[in-house]
Each structure stands twice: as C-alpha cells, then as structure tokens.
C-alpha cells in the first residue's frame, strides 16, 4: 500500500512539474490532492474595483487571505457587493455547516497529534511539534472552514502556550483540540474553564505547583496573575495585587499528573488536601469559606461578570478584525455581545462584523508573518504540507505557532513584525520558483487563470492595480513573487 | 550609493543592552551572604556565603557565574543592588514595557537616545535587535531584527525586482514605506560587512558557546569590529521565570550569561573601551521562596554595567542597614526598588554622549545618574 501511494504522489509531482520531486519527497507527508480546494486551476475572477471593495475585504479579514476563485464564489452568493459579503459573513459564522474532506484528508498523515492524552507520550517531541506546525499551517491554507481557523489562531495566542516547556511539549496537542479547536466558535466562559483545567495551561503557569499544605505556605500566583491580565480583564482591569492572590488560593489544589507517574498521566484532578479552603474576597466578591473545588467555579464566574472582562475580550476581537487602535463604538457592542450571550464567541463576531467600523476599515491593517506566509500559500493556489521551507520560513521570522514564550503570546500588531520584511521577499521569491519544498504551484498558470498581469495583481491586492504597480509588474520576469512582495501584499 | 563604511573613522561608542527576560532574581545571582535575613527568607534556595565568590564584604556572586568574576575583579564590571524600576504591576508584560519603553511615554529609552543623538552617519544598521523582532527599547528610530548575516539576502534570479520593490515601498509610504527603505539599505551594508569580513583573528580562542546567546553576541562583535554603523544593539536571554525549581532552571541560564559576556569582551578585545553593556530585566523576585522551591514576581532586582570605562569592582547598593527583614518589604513581600534604573542606564548614556540629558530619554522620570 505505501509504495502505491508514494509512486502515485510521485507521478502526480511529475505531471505537475516545476518542483523536483526530491526536493519534496523529503520529510513532507502525503500531497493528496491537487489546488484547487475544489478542482483543477481553471479561469477565475477578481476584483475590479477601485479601492478594496466589500467582498474582498470579508475575504481578507475572515479567512487567512484569497485562494484563486475565492472571490468569484463569494461574489455570487448576493446581488450586490454588500450581500454577498453579509452571505458570506453568516456562511463562515456555521463552520459545522461547512463540509471540509479536503482539509481533513491532508491532514490525515498526521496521526500523532490525533492520539489520546496518555499515548501522546509514546511520541517524541520532535515529532508532536512538527505535526502541530504543519496542521495549524495546512488547516490555515486548505480550510474551507477559514473563519474558524481564524478564530483557532485568535485564541491560541489569547491562551498562548509555549509548547516547549516541559510537559506542555506532549499536553499542547491536546489543548490545541480540547480548548483551542473546541471552543473557538463556542462559548468563552467554557473555553476559559477548559483552559484553567488544560494539563497544558497547569504546567505551562504552574497553576499544578499551587498548594497549600501548611499556614506559611504562599500560593503560586504565576496563573492566577495572567487569568486575570492575559485571559480576562485586562492589565488595566482593575483589579490589585491582593486580588492576584486571593485568585490563586481559589485555584489551590487544582493538579495534573505529569511524566513522573507510569499510569494515568495528564489525568487533572482536585486535590482537597492542598486547597486552601478558608474565606476568599476576589473583587470585592465574597467565596465563603468551605467551597472547595466549586471555588474554580466562584472565580470565573466573578470573571465573567466583571464589566472589564468582556470590554477586553472585545477589545481584542476588535483590534484583531478592525484596526490595531479598536474603535470605540464597535468595542461597546461587542462588550455587550459579550454580556447578552455570556461570553458567545459567534454572537460576538456577529456583533462586530455588523458594526459600521467593521466596513469602513478596509486594508487598514498589516500581515504578521504567519500570515503573510498562509496568504501567500493561498494567493498561488499551493498545494502544502508545510514541511521544509514553510517552517524555516516561519521560524526565521519568529512566529512558529505555539512557540511564543512568555504568557502575553506574539503581538498583535502587524507593524511590530516589519523587521521580518526582508524574509518575506525572500519567501515570495522562493515559493514561486520552486525553492519552498513541501509546497507546490504554478505561476505561470495562475497567472493565465487570472486573466494576465493586472488580473493577478487584482487577485493579490484585492483591488484594481495602479498604473504604477502594473508597470513595476512589467519590468520583472517573475510578477508573482513581485505581487506577494510587494506592499500592497502585506495589508488586509 | 551610500554604503561606505566609516573604516577610517575612529571607533564609534556601541551600547548594548542585555535583557534577561522574565525577571531574573537579583538575590539568586548577587546574593547578600552578610544578610541574615535573606537565608531565613530562603531556607531551600539561598546560595551558601561558603560558595558564593566574593565581591565585597557583603555581597558575594553566584559561581555559575564564575567566568564574570574575573572581569569585576579587573574593574571593568559593576553591580547596582536594589535597582529597578517605578512599575508596581509585578506584570512581566508591563515590567517589561516599562523598562524597554524607559517609563510610560511611547517609543524606546535606547530609540530616544539615538534620535536625541542622530548624526549623518547613521544608517539602517545603527540600531540592531538580535533575534526576530526588534526590541520595544529601540522604538523611535529605524532598526532591524538579525539572526544571522546568512539569511539577511533574497536570491537575486531576478535583478530588476529589487530596484521595483524600491519604487513601490517609496511609493507607499508611512511604516510599510519606512520599512522597505530600510530593508534595503541594510541589505545592502550587510552584503559589504559580510564581504569585507569583521571576524577578529581571536574569535576562536574567546570562548564562546554553542548557544544562541553566545552566538547573538558574536555576531554583534562582527558588526563592532567591521565598523558597520552600529550604534545601539539589544539581545535576550529568557526563561528567568523561576516560579518553580529556581536552581535548576537558573544553573542552565547563568553559565550561558557569564560565559557570553566573557567571551564577548575577550573577543572584542581593546574595543571594549568603546563598548557599553547594560544587563537589565524587568522585576526582581519575591524575598520569600514559594512552596514550589521557586520565587514569584518582586520589585527590585540587579543591573550590570560591562565595559566602555564604567568604574566596576564595585557593588552599588543602598542596602538596609537590619537587613532585608519583614519589616522594609513592601507588597507581597517584595525588595523595595533604592537605586532607579533608568539612574544607571542614564549614567552609561553620559559616557557616551555627554550633552543628552535625562529628560530627553526618560521623559517624566527624576533625574540622576548612578555613580558608576
């Protein structure tokens, strides 16, 4: 079966030419199917207009950015602009509705992350991290589900783990599925419970060192400091320093079973002994004493209910979707989104992609580099298991998923990743000449698809191309790699 | 074109700023082996007085740190005890900003220093973050992120494409505009760096490590020495955090520390006249250890200044005359911050150009200057 296999991705790789075969036989995994997500390269349309236009814009802000043929299928889901992004917009609020085989086939070589809790720890790290790389990135450019993958990389680094520490290397595949991927479209005040009991999370903050045992023993705070400044209210939530601490006594006890048992390992459980049941004030909230392992839920539900909580979360959603300044009014209904629905993930993005803020700020904001890398996949209609190239392109520019060390995760703002700006002409240059292994597409095609020079730099740019930038395609033999470099390539 | 380097030109001061992410425990790598406070407060983790090599009569340093001894000894390392900064978040996110930022005004201490400082010789390698982002201390003016010089190129299949990308960055403008310019200036003055060399001839004997410190610094000495217009560097070293197991995690990272920094100054040789080091970190630990044989977040913690004439042999430090009972902690348990930080930094700063003035770089702050 595995020679049939291989021999048949190789005569595929050969009919498809451009890329020497061995460059990508090495490392890479199957390459089922060929871009695009829906057949062969043929014809597509692109965007004319003059600026970024409505449809373009949903394109580029609820998905990791245009495949070939994306905007001529969205386009005609509305008679008008304006209708056909809002189709679109409820489309990708549904993920569950979205038949997505093809994501799933190519993900399906990797078979290690897929394991249950215990038997990820038959796998050596190397190999965990290097599928959970690859799925986050083939997922990001082969979903059609693209909002929801959107949303998987908003909240990994919301609840940003750095998958090399310790017992997090084995425990971040789980999170990844059991916090990440279940909830991210779901309910926030079950994500953040999730996360607070995640093996990972309890390694990743210490939360599993916090526990009382005698009268001079002080709590851990390291997780209780960041639920409250990274996941929920905000550094400027509000609450104190005693605040901090009163959290951590709450969470006392709460624990997981790392490498060192033989049996049972990742099991989390509460451990009454090592709670510190006395009387706790968070926020000025009374938990009396006694409450045991119901004091997890006291906290969060206090959490939840602080006005600062959901002016946070909105805060982000905004600055993540809008502009990296979030405007205030689109904040304010979102917040409310946030306490209508208790913290409900759809109900919040329905909120903010109905706002007026939402429409205006069309390409207003910049790439950071992972997704300058998946847009770029995207753009050219690649085919990807993202071994090789795609990693090192992603490591050199520092945004590898999961591997962000410290609690806050990668900021958020495109234009502090624009030192990265060399390697990105550099991948651009790459990917169209064969030089990204694991990675395959045909620029010359794509561009006969997108109707010549000025089509495909209307594909990329998500607009009409100036006389400038099309006389800057002109003097270039290779105009593919000149749109994916160029300026216009690194806004949304 | 304008990728001249200045090799006629006498050596231009160098600043570089060492952050050790996640608040390194001042008392862990500068004990106070004269206190008897600290060993009541650290049953499990207090270094031994017997262990510790001496700095003064009170304050001793860790023997990880060994291959910094003898630079302290030579007088060119000092130590500023019970220094940080105004920020009481005890947040590594904010500590952090607060320090890179020098305070809460936007842009960078060492991006409005060289702004205050400009001159025509500035050019798109004058301020350098070795790593993959640029650090939030050299906000304010253009600088890069480098890894290494190998993989600062694009493969040139297509010689026009460069000179187009040119004309769409200018064209383009504001932060995208500014930062096309600058990629290509510096991939220009890097392409004549790695042409024109800049590896001293005793870069094997200095002693450096196989680590990313190690080898971050040493691509720093590369671009001192080819006198590439540097002017200002920052470098990391993280995973300070020592919540739990605080001697096991620090015996990894100490070593790595020393050994770096020795072997740079060895390295760079009689340059390091010109060469200013400042080692920063965002927040001290707590005084108390935690259940986990760990240190939580503090205040105050250790500066270091290396090279570029600081007058070092010495520990600086306001330290309590009853020692660091209960009775002078504040918060949690917390060293109280005696010696500003940004008095230290400000001091480094003056060596180099002496007409900036506090205000200018640390807009806001009191000023003062360590005597150091």
Redesign the interface.
Known sequence: MKTTATMTRRGVLRLGGGVAAGAVLGGCGKVRALWPRRGELKPFAVPGGEGIGPVAHVLNRLTWGAGPGDYERVRAMGGTEEEAAAAFVEEQLKPEMIVDDYARAACAPLEAIRQPVPELFEYKPAQLDDELTRRAVIRAVHSERQLYEVMVGFWSDHFNIDASKLDCQWFKCADDREVIRKHAMGSFREMLRASALSPAMLFYLDGRKNRKDGEADRPNENYARELLELHTMGVDGGYSQEDVMEAARCLTGWTVTGREVQFGIGRVYFDARGHDDGRKVVLGVEIPAGGGAGDLDRLLDILMGHEATGRYVAEKLCRHFIADEPPGGAVAVVAEAFRASGGGVREMLRALFGSEEFGAARGVKIKRPFHFVVSALRATGSVTTAGGGVKRALLVMGHVPFHYPTPEGPAPEGSAWLATLLHRWDFAVKLTDGGIGCSRNEPEKLVKCAGGVGGLLGHCFGRRATADELAAAGAVKDVVALALAAPAFQIY | METIIAEERGPRPVLVNVFL??GADGLHLVPPVGDDAYYRARPGLAVKAGEALRLTDFFGLHPDLRPLHGIYQAGELAVAHQCGTADE??????AEDYVNHGGLEGGGWIGRFLHRTRDPEDGPLTAV?I????SDALRGVA???M?SLE?????D??P??R???G???A??GG???A??AS?LR??ERIESVRKGGGVSGGVAEAGYGDDGFSGGLKLLARLIRARAGLRAATIEL??W?S??AQTTLTSGLMPVLARGLAAFRKDLGGLMGEVHVVVTTEFGRRV?E???A?T??GRAGVCFAMGGGVRGGRVLSDWPKGGIGADILE??GDLPVRLPLHHGLMAVLKRIRPEVSGEAVFPGLEAGELDW
Do not use: C, K, W
């Not at chain 2, 790593?131 to 640029?134: I, L, Q, T």
């Not at chain 2, 993989?151 to 493969?155: K, M, Q, S």
């Open positions: 992410r996640g978040t005890r947040s590594h996110f904010s973050s790593g993959s982002g640029v600088a890069v992120a890894r993989e600062f190129t694009i493969p299949r297509d026009a494409l000179g187009q990308l004309a769409m960055y064209r383009a932060v995208l505009g930062a096309g990629t510096a991939l993280g995973g955090d919540h739990f108390a935690n259940v986990s760990g939580d977040h918060g949690p």
